[in-house]
Nanobody, 113 residues
Framework: QVQLVESGGGLVQPGGSLRLSCEAS????????MAWHRQTPGKERELVAL???????NYPDSVRGRFTISVDNAKNTVYLQMANLKPYDTAVYYC???????WGQGTQVTVSS
């Protein structure tokens, strides 16, 4: 069974950092493009990071320079390193397999003083 399990969310102050993890099972992440999205109540999910099969990553302007997506093939895990967090980064963060429309359960990130 293909599964994605996110973890690492929590409460951080503005300007702080947080690292999210997405543990994959049922497939090998090295063979797929992987992505992180986020969603707040009443809003559509927003792409925040994408890493292609060849390792190239893409980010929207809202997070570029602050977020970094990476893959640890040995652990079959995708990470999202978030730095200089802003209150508007508050959301539930999900990892997914774009080619398969597979989503994890999400992890809550709250940026607040």
């Amino acid at each position: 069974q293909v599964q994605l399990v996110e973890s690492g969310g929590g409460l951080v102050q503005p300007g702080g950092s947080l690292r999210l993890s997405c543990e994959a099972s049922g497939f090998t992440v090295s063979g797929y493009a992987m992505a992180w999205h986020r969603q707040t109540p009443g809003k559509e999910r927003e792409l925040v990071a994408l890493i292609a099969d060849g390792g190239h990553s893409n980010y929207p302007d809202s997070v570029r320079g602050r977020f970094t997506i990476s893959v640890d093939n040995a652990k079959n895990t995708v990470y999202l390193q978030m730095a200089n967090l802003k209150p508007y980064d508050t959301a539930v963060y999900y990892c997914n397999i774009p080619s398969g429309c597979i989503w994890g359960q999400g992890t809550q990130v709250t940026v607040s003083s």
